[in-house]
């Protein structure tokens, strides 16, 4: 398990994903450090290595769902590695046909672990199991390939939810580019 943590953060710096310089995240948080998980899942070989990270850690969920666009390489190469059906969820509705805020089939009480790039404070996270729980999903487990260790474990920990990072922002930044 530590040669995995330390290959995901090394497949991470070695192509290119972590960033030095000033950054604005998407919890609007300034930072020295950006991950971008797009340089990972964008390469087929990159993108196998972190769906066969993901696939033995979905344990005994019915389902896999991740939020557009971030999660979506991530559900699919799980999905496709695991054989699981996979959601994806939209952040907004669309505005014209059937108005859903995600594509694909939630069964009342199918069980989903969520599927997430990078972590900060969880807000976008939130956001995936309000949409899944008020479509009849049960939402316990979210895989995160980082976790930047700023609030969002306790976030989702407050909302009955446990995050399980492939690697933290820490290692990441320890690992040899």
């Given at each position: 398990?530590?040669?995995?943590?330390?290959?995901?953060?090394?497949?991470?710096?070695?192509?290119?994903?972590?960033?030095?310089?000033?950054?604005?995240?998407?919890?609007?948080?300034?930072s020295?450090?950006?991950?971008?998980?797009?340089?990972?899942?964008?390469?087929?070989?990159?993108l196998?290595?972190?769906?066969?990270?993901?696939?033995?850690?979905?344990?005994?969920?019915?389902?896999?769902?991740?939020m557009?666009?971030?999660?979506?390489?991530?559900?699919v190469?799980?999905?496709?590695?695991?054989?699981?059906?996979?959601?994806?969820?939209?952040?907004?509705?669309?505005?014209?046909?059937?108005?859903?805020?995600?594509?694909?089939?939630?069964?009342?009480?199918?069980?989903?672990?969520?599927?997430?790039?990078?972590?900060?404070?969880?807000?976008s996270?939130?956001?995936?199991?309000?949409?899944?729980?008020?479509?009849?999903?049960?939402?316990e487990?979210v895989?995160?390939?980082?976790?930047?260790?700023?609030?969002?474990?306790?976030?989702?920990?407050?909302a009955?939810?446990?995050?399980?990072?492939?690697?933290?922002?820490?290692?990441?930044?320890?690992?040899?580019?």
């Amino acid at each position: 398990m530590a040669s995995e943590r330390a290959g995901i953060a090394r497949l991470l710096r070695s192509c290119g994903a972590v960033k030095f310089g000033e950054f604005t995240l998407a919890s609007g948080r300034s930072s020295s450090v950006y991950v971008d998980v797009k340089q990972v899942w964008t390469d087929p070989g990159r993108l196998r290595v972190i769906a066969r990270a993901f696939a033995p850690r979905v344990g005994r969920d019915d389902r896999l769902a991740g939020m557009e666009l971030g999660a979506v390489p991530l559900v699919v190469a799980t999905g496709l590695e695991t054989g699981r059906p996979f959601l994806i969820l939209r952040k907004q509705a669309k505005e014209h046909g059937t108005k859903q805020l995600y594509e694909g089939e939630v069964p009342p009480g199918a069980r989903f672990v969520l599927l997430e790039d990078v972590t900060t404070t969880g807000g976008s996270v939130l956001r995936s199991i309000e949409i899944l729980r008020g479509a009849g999903g049960v939402v316990e487990r979210v895989l995160v390939v980082v976790d930047r260790e700023e609030g969002a474990a306790a976030a989702l920990n407050a909302a009955g939810v446990v995050l399980e990072p492939l690697v933290t922002l820490d290692e990441v930044r320890r690992a040899a580019p």
